[in-house]
């Protein structure tokens, strides 16, 4: 079946400092979505990129939906602390949504 | 609050009893889905829904478990005879139709003693 693949798995970094995360699959998706979870909660919808090479930016958030729909990559500029959380792809197949592992993020004080 | 909304937010139940929670979807999406998340993984599909037709089940979907719609606006998911591995957060989530992006309530969280 269809698996995600993210990297890093967990990333420790300084306030400030720029973050980079991607997601690989095997198979062609036809969107791609990346969410936030934060301890608790479910996950929230942070980006939807819908067309192969788009780029798109949500404040300091910036997702790219690769040319060959089988990766994407996200990256969060400036982090600050409520930038800490579970990152994940997804990508939208027949109807349901396929989720990666997860990139858990940690600022360091 | 016009998001997904699920009850109960946390379940602590005895292996073999029946438990059931509820999902509130945003009013104007008429599809609804449900998905099991477990520690360190991602959610992963169960069931969903367009108006009040459950269109597929998953594989992890046992004999077990049922999920309703009875009149195309809330859900309800329900195990029977709760077993150990059942203890998971159970996330509710709703569309538009067609490739439009899921919004998730907060889930219910399953423990099983």
């Known amino acids: 079946g269809q698996q995600l693949n993210q990297s890093p798995q967990s990333m420790f970094i300084q306030e400030g400092e720029d973050v980079s995360m991607n997601c690989t699959s095997s198979s062609i998706f036809n969107t791609w979505l990346w969410y936030k979870q934060d301890p608790g909660e479910g996950p929230v919808l942070l980006i939807a990129?819908?067309?192969?090479?788009e780029l798109t930016s949500n404040g300091r958030l910036t997702a790219q939906f690769g040319i060959t729909r089988k990766d994407s990559f996200l990256n969060i500029s400036a982090s600050i602390p409520s930038d800490v959380g579970i990152y994940f792809c997804?990508?939208?197949?027949?109807?349901?949504?396929?989720f990666g592992k997860g990139t858990r993020l940690h600022i360091l004080p | 609050d016009t998001g997904v909304s699920q009850n109960p937010r946390h379940k602590i139940t005895k292996r073999g009893q029946n438990v059931t929670f509820r999902c509130d979807p945003i009013s104007e999406h008429n599809r609804l889905y449900w998905y099991r998340q477990t520690l360190g993984q991602g959610p992963e599909f169960l069931t969903y829904?367009?108006?009040?037709?459950?269109?597929?089940k998953s594989r992890l979907l046992s004999d077990r478990f049922s999920a309703e719609r009875p009149k195309g606006s809330f859900s309800t998911l329900e195990i029977q005879r709760t077993e150990q591995g059942d203890s998971a957060m159970y996330l509710c989530a709703s569309s538009h139709e067609g490739n439009q992006p899921q919004h998730f309530g907060d889930g219910t969280r399953l423990s099983i003693l």
């Open positions: 829904f367009q108006n009040e037709a459950q269109l597929e």
């Open positions: 990129l819908y067309k192969a090479g």
């Open positions: 997804a990508g939208h197949w027949d109807d349901k949504i396929i």
